[in-house]
């Protein structure tokens, strides 16, 4: 049977086991392989057949040259093939979150001329890499469900976190210096949207904070007036809608010259914070401008991954009239955002749930309890599929309520109420 020697620490399980939260007994029931043998191979101390590499490979869902790289080809790469390297590297830093540090930053970027902190420069192929990675973090955390957590996706942003800290330390020319800067907040906004998700307020708190404070430094609208969406939406489902709309009110301020989806973005944010405060006409009028703005350009950088989709403008109409009390046309929105999400982003199972709970919420309001305990079961389920945090507590609110009426002997609350004991 063929085998691959590993001479050195040159495979990766532990690496991606630990970036979906696996034990070294998780993976030993996924793959097979007895938990002793993983821990050899772990130390790269014995050879690993192709078949065993296969079955690792599929079980971490990495490809085979990603968790068991070739040392003969690393040690023959001529350094006229760096560009290469970079960006294989810069792609692997966005995987392998806090294993980072143990095998990037020292033996393979500090060796790198290319990472070097005396570089001045970097090409515009690499700063379009840095940006493209940190879209794709903003990609994975909306597709949770593919199979990875979001501890995963944390430790995926926090090895980013590194990879940028590390690069903003060179003596880059002022312009570049502030781009990385730029990036750099765009990781903390990711950060915070995970804390919030995980209802972890405090971390997601200084996160903001350390992105806004970067957005004043450098003074791109688009980035303050992103990260003050971002942070609008953590401090609603916090139910501090007063300093919610004070910042969204902050936003629009400074925001005026943003590009055209973060200008409207921010304004939906406001427009909430509006219906949640008891100004309901006031949030229809914002909203209303914002659904009316003249479509301009987009951003050169996708900051806070904000599209400015359909789908945000019937959640903002399930959310005013929620809050005006028109269930019936709260449960119309559910079902048109719904639909459109399907379209739009039908890999986004965070928010599928977020906007089932809406409709739950609705449903129930409205008289219509069964469909609301259904959506209910529908919504919590889904977000714990994602690890929502913040959704499942909305959803032990709205059986709070089911509990103290008249229905809560019903076979669907005793559902929910299971579920959410199982947690």
Known sequence: MPTTKQEGPM???????????????????????????????????????????????????????????????????????YQMNRREFLGAAAITGTGLSMVGLSPFMLTNPAFNKSRKEFSKDELNILAEENYGLWELLNALQRGTSINFVSSVAQGKLLTLQHLSQGSLLPTQHNMLLNFLADVYVLLGRICQEVQDYGSGEAYFREALSIAQETGNVDLKTATRQRYGYMLINQERYRAALQNAEI??????????????????????????????????????????????????????????????????????????????????????????????????????????????????????????????????????????????????KLHHQMENSPLRTRYGVQVIGELLASS
């Open 11 to 81: 495979n990766n399980i532990r690496i991606y086991r630990e970036g979906l939260g696996l034990t070294q007994n998780d993976l030993a029931l996924r793959t097979q392989i007895p938990a002793p043998t993983l821990r050899r191979y772990e130390k790269s101390s014995v050879k690993i057949s192709a078949v065993n590499q296969k079955i690792i490979a599929e079980a971490l869902t990495q490809p085979i040259d990603i968790l068991f790289p070739d040392p003969a080809q690393k040690r023959a790469l001529p350094s006229s093939q």
């Open 251 to 396: 936003g629009i301020e400074e925001g005026k010259s943003a590009t055209f989806p973060i200008w409207g973005e921010i304004q939906l944010c406001a427009a909430e914070c509006y219906a949640y405060t008891g100004n309901i006409s006031k949030a229809r009028t914002v909203a209303a401008r914002a659904r009316n703005i003249n479509r301009g350009r987009d951003p050169e950088i996708w900051f806070g991954k904000l599209l400015n989709p359909k789908t945000s403008y019937i959640k903002n109409e399930i959310v005013i009239n929620l809050a005006a009390q028109h269930n019936d046309e709260a449960i119309r929105a559910s079902e048109d955002a719904l639909h459109n999400l399907e379209k739009e982003e039908p890999d986004n199972l965070t928010w599928r749930a977020s906007l089932q709970e809406l409709q739950a919420r609705a449903l129930w309001q409205f008289g219509r309890h069964e469909e609301s305990m259904t959506t209910a079961k529908e919504s919590l389920m889904n977000a714990r599929k994602v690890g929502s945090v913040v959704t499942e507590t909305k959803i032990e």
